[in-house]
């Protein structure tokens, strides 16, 4: 692993966001097996009867809105034109990215032992630092990087243009992945990167083509994490039924139409109302009825896992403070926030229930919800490309309502339909960048990455994959995405 001493990366180089160029680097400092949390738990297996772990998800959007057309983010127009729709929010809501620096530290001094998982995009953190809010960057950094606060904070990896992962052209899942380490490595440093080892899916969107999702957890793992959050309903056993134990870890399998195999750990969000779940502390009162589990030859807490927005809503802004302050607490009262029911963090759980001798083969398996259907007409020896898109095929013909689009956090939206004005720009500007770039990055010895034509055109194609051009609607958004594509295209064909 790379020394992790002396050295450090700039946040911000030619104007650009440090996403790319330290690529090896990276690789060398996630790729470890190093425990995170066991050296500094103060939590006994022993002791606890179930867990809850809770995330929040904060994101804004870049876009071509600037005074003169540059990019910025959408937290900074929000402040520029505070009468257009809820543009009032944005004081609100560049505190809510800030205060989980105030209320972890808080906490800590009054007895109590509270845990939060924090999964920002990284164009919101490369938003916060073009708006010089340096005050939320440091503020967040006190509870990453200080060892008085580590114990108690998680970071969860994610893409780093907020793009949903089944739309996203498979060749580019993993320079987002690389390009949020990276520039998570630039803000709180290579310590805390080598830390992060869950990550969080844009929208909790998880890819059900098997192509795609072999592609996308081969990546996860490559890059070093070892579980991902997955929403309930987004997937099934492998025989096609409901999960039977949804407060258990599972193992996610992956299955290519090569017939190939990967697996990797998924904590399963449950199903609700994310952000008013976690904003009144629902979790840690649905984890007060469950009870131990028996997994393999061990017994282990059950874990209710879930993650809601950590800005939307005025349940989220308003009664999330001193709900979230009154669950730790309730716990100090009832056990000294160590015993009995407790929040963890999500590597923590893994790596004491590992500790207690807990098996990864023991974890129940399950696969993205409508696989089934396809590996019942694919038998084990005839696994070819031809064969699985022929069951697809059947399976359409059959069953209208089946899709390849993933599922997401809410069912009644498509990522794809209706938004082809955007996601044909989308995959065209992906082909050209890799047109151009690929050919060159094939010699190992080159800088390519390092460059900031390189740079340049990779936030260009990042950025235009952001989720929001398609979920907030035609009109504006989808001009900001037209936008995005023409520039980048100029850019790459220069």
């Known amino acids: 692993m790379l020394s992790l001493e002396n050295t450090t990366l700039p946040e911000i180089i030619d104007g650009l966001p440090n996403i790319s160029g330290s690529e090896a680097e990276v690789l060398s400092v996630v790729n470890n097996d190093a425990p995170v949390f066991l050296p500094t738990t103060n939590i006994n297996l022993a002791d606890v009867n179930a867990v809850f772990a809770i995330a929040l ?6 876009i071509p809105a600037g005074s003169g057309g540059e990019l910025i983010s959408n937290l900074q127009y929000m402040f520029a034109h ?3 729709g809820d543009n009032h929010n944005a004081g609100p809501f560049a505190w809510c990215y800030s205060r989980m620096g105030d209320f972890i530290p808080e906490l800590v ?30 503020n967040l950094k006190r509870i990453t990087c200080d060892p008085k606060y580590q114990p108690y904070v998680e970071w969860l990896g994610t893409m780093w243009g907020h793009a949903v992962v089944p739309s996203t052209p498979i060749e580019d899942i993993k320079l987002h992945i690389l390009a949020w380490q990276q520039y998570f490595a630039a803000i709180f440093g290579w310590e805390a990167l080598a830390r992060v080892k869950g990550f969080s899916p844009p929208e ?16 996860l793992k490559e890059c070093g994490y070892r579980w991902l959050l997955v929403q309930e309903h987004t997937v099934e056993t492998i025989d096609g039924q409901h999960l039977t134990d949804k407060h258990l870890p599972h193992r996610l399998i992956a299955r290519n139409s090569q017939g190939e195999t990967i697996s990797v750990i998924a904590l399963i969000k449950t199903q609700g109302s994310d952000t008013k779940l976690v904003a009144q502390m629902q979790p840690y009162y649905e984890a007060k009825t469950l009870s131990k589990r028996r997994l393999g030859n061990v017994e282990i807490p059950a874990i209710v896992s879930q993650i809601g927005d950590g ?61 089934h259907q396809i590996w019942q007409r694919v038998s084990s020896n005839n696994s070819q490309p031809e064969a699985v898109e022929k069951a697809i095929e059947e399976i359409k013909q059959i069953n209208p309502n089946f899709h390849l689009e993933g599922a997401s956090w809410t069912n009644h939206i498509s990522w794809v339909k209706g938004y082809e004005n955007v996601l044909s720009p989308m995959y065209e500007l992906s082909n050209l960048f890799h047109q151009k770039f690929d050919s060159l990055l094939l010699d190992s010895d080159s800088s390519m990455t ?12 990042l950025l235009l994959q952001t989720s929001c051009f398609r979920y907030w609607g035609q009109g504006a958004w989808t001009d900001y995405a037209r936008e995005i594509y023409q520039r980048g295209k100029s850019y790459i064909n220069s």
């Open 450 to 461: 390092k460059q900031a034509n390189y740079r340049q055109a990779l936030l260009y194609n």
């Open 57 to 62: 998800h904060m994101h804004q959007p870049t």
């Open 82 to 84: 505070p009468q257009e």
């Open 204 to 219: 909790m969107h998880l890819p059900n083509h098997p192509d795609t999702l072999f592609q996308f957890v081969k990546a």
């Open 109 to 138: 001094s009054q007895g109590c032992n509270p845990r939060i998982m924090l999964d920002y995009s990284g164009n919101l953190l490369w938003g916060l630092r073009q708006m010089g809010r340096d005050d939320v960057l440091d």
């Open 311 to 371: 800005e939307n809503g005025g349940v989220m802004m308003n009664e999330f403070p001193s709900a979230f302050k009154q669950a730790w607490w309730d716990m100090v009262n009832n056990g000294g926030g160590r015993s009995g029911v407790v929040g963890v963090c999500g590597t923590e759980y893994l790596e004491l229930i590992e500790a207690a001798g807990c098996q990864v083969e023991d974890f129940p398996a399950c696969q993205p919800t409508g696989q």
